[in-house]
């Protein structure tokens, strides 16, 4: 530590707390152990009586923690990520207008936590995030860490798309199709449509039409050439994903030329759910869990399809970790 006069400690960082009194009102920290001296903070000191400060002596090679949280943040952040801070040696990692899918590089933040003092936390990958959310921070352990150690964090992370990032969802035009004689033909009122297009209204997705179709191969194959005539950017078929013999939907979309990228996945409920692209539009098939279930495959996939994936086989399968989406009851 070394003493200096508080006019001449601008730029530098405190070694100690500074309290201050208010009798009867308040006592508690003025300025805390690290802080950075702005212009601004000296008469606030000599108002304290503090003519003379003990500041830190950064040893060659280190950095003080808040330049290096937000050399952290800087090197973390990527596109739709604003910086908040540093605060006592933390940035905070928030999602800009008009917020979207959050992308995290797993396999990038693991090789960054494993460098020692660094810590960098965020939210779980691929979650629909809005303005202003939190979505992690990064801070160093000690008041002071070696540069180097920060020269490595950037390294890591020059070249690529940063740890973070959050992809703007793009609403897409969609078309519906209810699949189910007795929906058809009018024996019972569809119950499925409606849950679907709540789903997509909530990312401002419109439905050019909604239509129903028997348990048929080449019925179902037809709607589905009359929606891509439409120019629909997206379809969505309800019913008829199950194993049974009048359950067609997957056959139908496989029969209309789709490259059909799964049929299943480790998601329950959801487990029956497809997806399938023709000529790059993307071709869901729904299960019946996806009207009666609150979170489930289509949930996952949905905001990716509009964040502009393109979703492959692998994706699929690593849906199994955190794919239990059923709520377990106490």
């Not at 660094?118 to 070696?146: F, H, K, M, S």
């Not at 279930?293 to 949905?302: E, N, P, S």
């Amino acid at each position: 530590m070394l003493k200096i006069a508080v006019e001449e400690a601008v730029g530098k960082h405190l070694a100690h707390d500074i309290t201050r009194i208010v009798p009867g009102e308040f006592k508690g920290p003025a300025f805390k152990k690290g802080h950075r001296i702005e212009p601004g903070d000296v008469e606030k000191l000599l108002d304290l009586g503090k003519r003379h400060i003990y500041i830190l002596e950064l040893p060659p090679g280190f950095i003080h923690e808040d330049e290096a949280a937000e050399r952290l943040g800087r090197c973390t952040a990527g596109e739709g990520i604003r910086i908040s801070g540093p605060h006592e040696g933390k940035v905070t990692l928030e999602a800009k207008a008009p917020g979207g899918l959050l992308k995290v590089d797993e396999s990038l933040l693991l090789s960054l936590n494993s460098l020692p003092e660094v810590i960098v936390a965020t939210l779980r990958n691929n979650q629909v995030v809005v303005e202003g959310q939190v979505l992690g921070g990064a801070r160093v352990i000690p008041l002071v860490v070696r540069e180097n150690t920060v020269q490595e964090a950037e390294a890591l992370c020059a070249g690529q798309p940063r740890v973070m990032r959050v992809l703007p969802i793009r609403p897409l035009r969609a078309g519906v199709l209810v699949t189910g004689s007795e929906v058809a033909s009018g024996r019972i009122k569809d119950a499925f449509g409606p849950v679907v297009e709540q789903k997509l209204s909530a990312f401002g997705c419109p439905v050019l039409e909604r239509r129903f179709v028997t348990d048929d191969i080449e019925a179902i194959r037809g709607e589905l050439a009359r929606f891509k005539a439409m120019q629909v950017e997206m379809i969505l078929v309800c019913g008829g994903m199950s194993v049974d013999p009048d359950d067609l939907t997957p056959a139908a979309i496989a029969a209309v030329g789709a490259h059909v990228v799964s049929y299943g996945a480790p998601v329950l409920p959801g487990s029956m759910f497809l997806l399938a692209y023709w000529d790059g539009v993307p071709v869901m098939g729904l299960p019946g869990s996806v009207m009666m279930g609150k979170a489930t495959a289509f949930d996952l996939v949905l905001p990716r399809v509009l964040a502009g994936e393109k979703l492959v086989k692998q994706d699929f399968c690593a849906l199994g970790y955190g794919g239990y989406l059923t709520v377990n009851k106490p």
